[in-house]
């Protein structure tokens, strides 16, 4: 499975950006879209996630409310939708991919597929 994430960019806090993530090869079957970000000096986290067969989701705490992950079957494309931005949200956003049914799977060891990430950048 091949990830390749896009849009991100800079925004006010308080204003609203969306990425995508496009998934190529192997995509037949099963699987969990996720979307993690990890900021500067920190560790790799998780965001949200969506089952790719029954469009369950999952999300952190941090962005509940906030944040909304849907999924374009026709277009094998997750989107993230990203309102009320906070300084906080700046990180670059990865996009992964697994196998399996478990959308509450937040551990970035069990996803084995990344993409290589987009920036997203929220100014105070």
């Known amino acids: 499975v091949q990830l390749v994430e896009s849009g991100g960019g800079t925004v006010q806090a308080g204003g609203s950006l969306s990425v995508s993530c496009v998934a190529s090869?192997?995509?037949?079957?099963?699987?969990?879209m996720g979307w993690f970000r990890q900021a500067p000096g920190k560790e790799r986290e998780f965001v949200a996630s969506?089952?790719?067969?029954?469009?369950?989701?999952h999300y952190a705490d941090s962005v509940k409310g906030r944040f909304t992950i849907a999924k374009d079957n026709a277009k094998n494309t997750v989107n993230l939708e990203m309102n009320s931005l906070k300084p906080e949200d700046t990180a670059v956003y990865y996009c992964?991919?697994?196998?399996?049914?478990?959308?509450?799977?937040?551990?970035?060891?069990?996803?084995?597929?990344w993409g290589r990430g987009t920036q997203v950048t929220v100014s105070s």
């Open positions: 090869g192997r995509t037949a079957g099963s699987y969990i």
């Open positions: 969506i089952s790719w067969s029954d469009g369950n989701t």
């Open positions: 992964a991919a697994r196998y399996g049914v478990d959308y509450f799977i937040v551990q970035t060891y069990r996803y084995p597929y």
